[in-house]
């Protein structure tokens, strides 16, 4: 059975949305709540315990890093037209910094997009090895991210583990008591970007069998396009977000499909517009059509469903179109989700139609002369790999697609 989504009603809001190297051109929309977030302290809030959150820094935490500070790296879609300090909501986003020192500190803002499954979590990976998670508090605030570290250098890294559904970060700045920023560690030398749905984002995949979808069980970092750009010793951008499609989103009033929000650096924000040229990637993977061809999160007795065929397909050319048009020398991976059957929704024969359509528009680019643009499928589910919240993809298969992926990303590419 092909899973459903939770009821997404995001029809007709706006909302901040993420950059990579920081865009400063990127304008933010005038949400009453964004403006109180931009004009707030910077300072340790007091101390507010709660899930996994991580401790607050007590008392001054000694000087700090502007959150503009060059030294600071970020890998991702980040807003950053408040003075404030950079927005990111797309999920596996991540802030790097190198340091000297023993402790480290960051302080964060949170804003919930449009249904309040908790708060943004983020995980703490010092000198390489995972540290802890922690979910923000939606108020400035100063965390602890690591204290009685040994004397010397380290690098901190920051992942967003949870998408723009659950909310917009905003990061404030890093502190080193006693310590310094450092030059950041380099950049990486191949660049990965992946288009797609709640199958691409690590949807649940913390949670137990049976689970509902909540902040605290979405994993950016476990899911395939982080492992995938791990093997590959990439940069990642991960631009896949619940319940959006190509042609009808899961709440089929949502006019805002993918193609919609593929330009925004903030994800639900009409005005924060994302500078292609600020990053320019290698490879680009697109797993889409799943949401077009599931069983829609309302009575859609008024609606055609499922898709046409025809205009399904149009919808796939077109986003090509304006990948190949921002990328020219991409290669271009189009994929079949895993989960993809013609038995759920019945009726819908949802895997061949969407494989079909896929099938159709990297032939169709093929022969207008475009050489590096190639179709994938992913080995096919069994029901003990859909395991996380809502019938999800569990770790293990994560794992197994980012093996089967960079196997064959190696073999178009010719990377070692």
């Given at each position: ?6 009821a997404?009603a ?6 901040y949305?993420c ?12 949400d ?18 709660g899930?996994d959150?991580?401790s ?30 950079p927005?990111?909501s ?7 910094a ?10 964060f803002?949170d ?8 708060t943004?979590?983020?995980e703490?990976?010092?000198d390489?090895?995972?540290?802890m998670t922690?979910?923000l ?15 010397g ?23 080193f008591?006693?310590g ?9 030398t191949?660049?990965?970007e992946?288009i ?18 909540t ?6 970092h476990k899911a ?5 750009a791990?093997?590959?010793d ?12 190509l ?6 009033p ?5 193609p919609?929000?593929?330009p925004?650096?903030l994800?639900?924000?009409e005005t ?7 990053y320019?990637p ?10 077009d ?8 007795s ?5 898709p046409?065929?025809?205009a399904f ?6 986003l090509?179109g304006t990948?190949r ?6 290669h271009v ?7 993809l ?5 019945p ?7 969407v494989?079909?359509?896929?099938q159709?528009a990297?032939?169709?680019?093929a022969?207008?002369?475009?050489t590096?643009i190639?179709?994938f ?6 029901p003990?790999?859909?395991t996380?919240?809502?019938?999800h ?24």
């Amino acid at each position: 059975m092909k899973p459903r989504l939770p009821a997404l009603a995001l029809y007709g809001v706006s909302l901040y949305a993420c950059s990579s190297t920081v865009d400063p051109g990127a304008s933010a929309t005038s949400d009453p709540a964004s403006t109180s977030q931009d004009a707030a302290p910077r300072a340790p809030v007091p101390s507010q315990d709660g899930g996994d959150s991580a401790s607050p820094a007590s008392g001054d935490a000694g000087a700090d890093a502007s959150p503009a500070a060059p030294e600071v790296r970020f890998v991702g879609r980040f807003d950053g037209s408040s003075a404030a300090g950079p927005k990111v909501s797309w999920a596996g986003a991540q802030i790097v910094a190198r340091f000297s020192g023993t402790e480290v500190h960051a302080t964060f803002d949170d804003t919930m997009a449009f249904n309040d499954y908790g708060t943004d979590r983020w995980e703490v990976v010092i000198d390489g090895t995972s540290a802890m998670t922690f979910q923000l508090d939606r108020a400035p605030r100063s965390y602890t991210l690591a204290t009685g570290l040994a004397a010397g250098t380290h690098t901190v890294e920051l992942w967003k583990l949870t998408e723009a559904t659950v909310g917009t970060s905003q990061f404030m700045g890093f502190e080193f008591p006693g310590g310094a920023l450092l030059a950041p560690p380099p950049a990486k030398t191949r660049h990965l970007e992946f288009i797609g749905d709640s199958g691409s984002n690590g949807y649940g995949i913390d949670g137990a069998p049976g689970c509902a979808f909540t902040a605290a069980t979405q994993n950016a970092h476990k899911a395939y396009p982080a492992l995938i750009a791990s093997d590959l010793d990439a940069d990642h951008f991960n631009l896949a977000t619940s319940g959006k499609g190509l042609y009808y989103n899961a709440y089929r009033p949502d006019l805002d499909t993918f193609p919609v929000l593929y330009p925004r650096t903030l994800t639900f924000s009409e005005t924060s517009l994302w500078n292609f040229t600020s990053y320019t990637p290698d490879v680009v993977w697109l797993t889409l059509g799943g949401i077009d061809y599931n069983d829609p999160d309302y009575d859609s007795s008024t609606a055609p469903d499922p898709p046409p065929p025809g205009a399904f397909q149009s919808k796939y050319v077109d986003l090509l179109g304006t990948v190949r048009a921002h990328y020219p020398a991409a290669h271009v991976f189009c994929a079949i989700a895993p989960s993809l059957n013609d038995q759920y929704p019945p009726g819908y024969n949802a895997y061949t139609h969407v494989k079909t359509a896929v099938q159709n528009a990297v032939s169709a680019k093929a022969s207008s002369g475009d050489t590096r643009i190639y179709f994938f499928e992913f080995t096919r589910s069994t029901p003990s790999d859909n395991t996380a919240c809502d019938g999800h993809t569990n770790a293990n298969k994560h794992r197994a697609m980012a093996t089967e992926a960079v196997a064959f990303i190696k073999a178009k590419t010719l990377w070692p």
